[in-house]
C-alpha cells in the first residue's frame, strides 16, 4: 500500500491533494470548535488567571473563572475573576471558539468572582445571568448591574432546590444559598457571611458528577453535610475558597468523596487540604502550579489535561 501511493506522478498528486484536504478538514475541525467538549464529552476548562504589574505577575488572588461546555455544544461560565484579568478570560474563551455563552453564573458578588464580567458582559452575547438574591454595596456589583440592565441581558436569582436542565442528560441541582434569601443589602454581612451564600451546586452527566462550591465556608459545608448528606457525593470537587484552610473540612471532603480536586488559585493556598484531598485518594490540581485544568469525561471515564506537572516531589 506504501508503494502504490507512489506509483506515478498523477497518483502522487492526486494523493497529496487528498492529504491536503484531510489535514485541512482536520484543522477546520479543531479549530470551529474548540472548546467544544467533543462528541459525547463534556468538559470542566479552569482558567489560571494572574494578575499583572507591568510584565511581571503579582500574586494576589486573581479569582475564579470555569468554563463548562457541555456535549450539545451549550457553553456556561461560573465566575469572571477579578476586573483586571477580565481581558485574560475574554480572550481565553475567543482563543477557545466561545462567542456565546449560554448560561452565566456569579457566585457570589465579591471581586474576584465578579469583577471580571465587566468586560465579559460587554464583549460576549449571553443567554441568561443567574446570580445570588443579595444587593451588595461596591461599585464592581453596580456596575455588573449596570450592564444587564444596559445590554438587556436575561438577569435571574437562583439558590437552594433549584434545578436547571441545561440540555438532556445534563442537571444542575443547586444547594446554596439557603431558600428563601432575599438581602437588599450586605450591611452586617462579615466577608465570610457573603462567602456562605455562595453558590453550590452538583453538575451530573450520566455517571459524572462535579461539586462546584464558590468560597463557601467550614460553618456552611458542616450545615450543607448535615442537610444533604450522600447527596453531595462528587467525582469532581471544585475546592471552596480558593482551597485554602477556612474551607474543605474532613468531613465535608469524606462526604464528597472527590476522584479530581481543583484549586483555582495562583499559590497552593493550603498544603494541609492538598495533603487531606491527596491521603483521600483524590488527584489534586492547583491552577497556579498546574497552569489550566481541563477535566474531560464522556459521562463515565474523567481525563484531565494541564499545562503541566507539579514540579515538587512532596506535593505529587
Do not use: W
Request: glycine share 8%.
Amino acid at each position: 500500500m506504501y508503494n502504490a501511493i507512489f506509483t506515478s506522478k498523477t497518483t502522487r498528486s492526486r494523493n497529496s491533494r487528498f492529504l491536503t484536504a484531510l489535514a485541512l478538514l482536520i484543522c477546520l475541525s479543531i479549530f470551529s470548535g474548540l472548546a467544544s467538549a467533543g462528541e459525547g464529552e463534556l468538559s470542566i476548562h479552569y482558567f489560571a488567571l494572574q494578575r499583572l504589574n507591568g510584565e511581571q505577575a503579582e500574586f494576589a488572588y486573581a479569582g475564579d473563572s470555569i468554563l463548562i461546555s457541555t456535549p450539545g455544544g451549550k457553553h456556561l461560565l461560573v465566575d469572571a475573576g477579578r476586573p483586571e484579568v477580565g481581558p485574560q478570560v475574554l480572550t481565553r474563551l475567543h482563543e477557545l471558539g466561545v462567542d456565546h455563552l449560554d448560561y452565566v453564573f456569579a457566585t457570589h458578588p465579591h471581586v474576584d468572582h465578579i469583577g471580571g464580567f465587566r468586560t465579559i458582559l460587554q464583549e460576549i452575547s449571553i443567554g441568561q445571568f443567574y446570580q445570588i438574591a443579595l444587593v451588595y454595596d461596591s461599585s464592581h456589583y453596580r456596575a455588573v448591574q449596570s450592564i444587564l440592565k444596559e445590554r438587556n441581558i436575561p438577569n435571574a436569582t437562583i439558590e437552594e432546590g433549584d434545578i436547571l436542565e441545561v440540555e438532556p442528560g445534563v442537571l444542575l441541582e443547586f444547594f446554596n444559598p439557603p431558600a428563601g434569601t432575599n438581602l437588599s443589602s450586605n450591611e452586617g454581612l462579615s466577608t465570610g457571611g457573603v462567602n456562605d451564600l455562595s453558590l453550590v451546586f452538583r453538575l451530573t452527566y450520566e455517571d459524572f458528577s462535579a461539586l462546584i462550591t464558590g468560597d463557601i465556608y467550614r460553618a456552611r459545608e458542616e450545615y450543607l453535610v448535615e442537610k444533604y448528606g450522600e447527596r453531595l457525593q462528587s467525582r469532581m470537587y471544585d475546592a471552596p475558597h480558593h482551597g485554602q484552610d477556612t474551607s474543605s473540612s474532613n468531613a465535608f471532603i469524606r462526604t464528597v468523596r472527590p476522584e479530581v480536586s481543583v484549586f483555582s488559585i495562583e499559590l497552593l493556598g493550603s498544603v494541609s487540604t492538598f495533603l487531606s484531598l491527596r491521603d483521600l485518594g483524590s488527584k489534586v490540581y492547583v491552577t497556579g502550579l498546574n497552569g489550566d485544568v481541563v477535566i474531560r469525561t464522556d459521562g463515565q471515564e474523567i481525563s484531565v489535561k494541564v499545562d503541566k506537572e507539579i514540579d515538587s516531589p512532596f506535593l505529587r
